[in-house]
């Protein structure tokens, strides 16, 4: 029986490849996509899940669901690493006419009330939708079965700020909200996301791939590729894709039980850091490592997948 998800994203590069790989998996069923502003605004992040979804044609349309930004006037955002359309520039379909995106308050509200705890949010994206959630509607926040969630740098430097993680950076008290929540989280953090990268042979296998989803992946790739920080050149990490590989292979992955709280005010927002606690429902499930050759060969296997073959 495949697993209901609802993925909550600010769909840059990583997050349109962490999303074609839950789409192409047959062992999830993504009943819902939300935006949320990060990469870029929430209004560009809505319109790039209609692009994808026109591109990649799934089987069954998930619901989409359009939803915050975060206040302020000179948010950070990664225009300057995924184009300035969050989707490096690429040839993708406008939306078409059945793209309808809704409040993303009733999208979260159907998938709950349709699938309660078998339910899993993945959030690749900063948290301020589930933040929301919690504080407006605790009741339906508790029957989530689970939140997967990309964000945060523990015991690695960030990679906005020394301290910070871009994901809890760009929303830092709604990060320490859903991280205090109690709910049955499974962080995955910068500590594990940058060890698993795809480099210009990944992306020569996409272009190469004769499926519709190959050559995509490999055209939004290009500019982010080119535009990494000079540490980075040449590699592309697959931050998002690795929260949903998290779901579909945990024997892939290394788990510890940590209570984390994260910085709300001034530069250290965002920082993360375990904290002592005797109170067990804070403590959440945070990712230590992962397999990357064997994640990266099955990450491969399936988005050359002939599933989207046209
Ligand atoms: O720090 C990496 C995270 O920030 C990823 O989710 C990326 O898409 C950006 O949202
Ligand atoms: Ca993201």
């Known amino acids: 029986m495949a697993v209901p998800v609802l993925i909550d994203t600010d ?15 047959e062992r999830l069923d993504v009943r819902a996509i939300v935006s949320v502003g990060g990469n870029v605004d929430a209004e560009q992040a ?6 994808l979804l026109a591109a990649v044609q799934p089987d069954a349309r998930p619901a989409v669901g359009r939803g915050l930004d975060q206040e302020g006037d000179d948010l950070l955002n ?3 690493l ?3 359309d969050g989707l490096g520039g690429a040839n993708l379909p406008k939306p078409g006419d059945q793209f309808q995106p809704r409040n993303f308050r009733d999208v979260y509200a159907d998938a709950i009330d349709t699938h309660g705890e078998d339910l899993v949010v993945v959030a690749i994206g900063p948290l301020s939708n589930v933040a929301a959630l919690q504080r407006e509607d605790p009741e339906r926040y508790g029957r989530i079965g689970r939140i997967i969630m990309m964000g945060g740098a523990v015991f690695v430097p ?15 008290a709604a990060a320490a909200e859903v991280l205090g929540s109690g709910q049955k989280i499974t962080l995955v953090p910068l500590d594990v996301t940058e060890k698993v990268a795809l480099d210009d042979s990944h992306v020569g296998h996409f272009g190469a791939a004769n499926t519709a989803l190959g050559p995509l992946l490999a055209e939004m790739m290009s500019f982010p590729m080119a535009h990494a920080r000079p540490e980075e050149h040449g590699r592309f990490i697959v931050h998002d894709a690795v929260a949903v590989g998290a779901l579909l292979w945990p024997e892939l ?29 804070r403590l959440i499930s945070m990712i230590l ?3 990357a050759s064997t994640y990266l060969e099955r990450l491969m296997d399936v988005l050359c ?6």
């Open 11 to 25: 769909m840059g590069v990583d997050d349109a490849l962490a999303i074609c790989l839950a789409l192409a998996s």
């Open 46 to 51: 809505t319109a790039n899940i209609g692009r």
């Open 78 to 80: 990664a225009r300057w």
């Open 82 to 84: 995924f184009g300035q």
């Open 158 to 172: 960030g990679n906005v700020q020394r301290t910070a993680e871009f994901n809890f950076y760009r929303d830092a």
């Open 253 to 281: 992955f290394m788990h510890t039980r940590v209570c984390l709280v994260v910085d709300t005010v001034g530069r250290p927002a965002g920082k993360t850091t375990p904290a002592k606690t005797q109170n067990k429902s």
């Open 289 to 291: 490592s992962v397999n």
């Open 305 to 310: 997948h002939e599933r989207f073959h046209v």
